[in-house]
């Protein structure tokens, strides 16, 4: 059975301070993968694997000056993300982020969001 959690009962916090007004955390992980072929035989006999780059982004209602500021001075933070569903409650960390960039948008129908980019050097599940 699939795991559900919801944003309502969820909680996101960058170097323990709660980031109000929250709309979404997103994540991606890869590896860097080379193949390892054979002499004289076109199959592969084993698998490289190299660096890991994690990217997350988190989106905002209107903007959050602390975010802002991490991208202005070029510091690194920690972000922790509490996820759960009733009983259920999944963490995520990340260590040593650093901001990457910052989206603002405005339309006619919603309040101003921003979403803040930032890498990670490495996301832990608990």
Known sequence: MPQLY????????????????LQSIEYSLSKNRRDVGA????????????????????????????????LQENTKFSVSATLRHEETSHRLTFDDC??????????IDSHASTVYTFTATRVREE
Request: a negative charge; glycine letters at 10%; hydrophobic letters at 45%.
């Open 6 to 21: 919801t944003a309502f009962a969820s909680e996101v916090k960058v170097n323990e301070e709660t980031i109000e007004g």
């Open 39 to 70: 002499v004289g035989t076109a199959e592969r006999i084993g698998v490289y694997f190299g660096l890991q780059v994690v990217v997350g982004r988190l989106r905002v209602a209107s903007a959050n000056l602390t975010l802002d500021k991490f």
């Open 98 to 107: 650093v901001m990457e960039d910052k989206a603002f948008g405005l339309n």
